[in-house]
């Protein structure tokens, strides 16, 4: 069991929600560089929530190669984060995963040299 004395700590420091205005605002710093490098992609679709991006690409398995070898940046593929279908298809080979996770200055590099890719 948790002593009470750490419970209680526990409890006020969860009540205390000012860091999750704090993150909203910095989550939507982020998605307005996003919005701003990568609108015009037809593959570039807004999240609702969370801190990555899920762009349509042509291959999601080259672009990824590519990026690291000539913008020095990683994402994910998104075949990696899918269940092939029994006919063998994966709906997430057309697409990569694009972490917002770094300050304000990171992303907006890292964003302006995945949009100058693609």
């Known amino acids: 069991c948790t002593p ?15 860091h999750v205005a704090t993150m909203r605002e910095r989550l939507r710093a982020r998605f307005a560089l996003a919005d701003r490098h990568l609108g015009g992609h037809p593959g570039y679709q807004r999240p609702g ?3 990555f991006l899920w762009l349509k690409v042509p291959d999601g398995a080259a672009l990824p190669r590519r ?9 994910l593929p ?15 080979r057309h697409f990569v995963r694009v972490a917002l996770v770094h300050d304000l200055p990171v992303v ?3 964003l302006a040299r995945l949009a100058s890719l693609l």
């Open 78 to 92: 998104g075949e990696y984060l899918t269940q092939p279908a029994e006919d063998g298809s994966n709906a997430g």
């Open 108 to 110: 907006d590099e890292g």
């Open 49 to 51: 929530c969370g801190f």
């Open 67 to 75: 990026l690291w070898a000539e913008r020095a940046l990683r994402v």
């Open 4 to 18: 009470a004395p750490v419970l209680a700590g526990a409890a006020a420091l969860w009540a205390d929600d000012r």
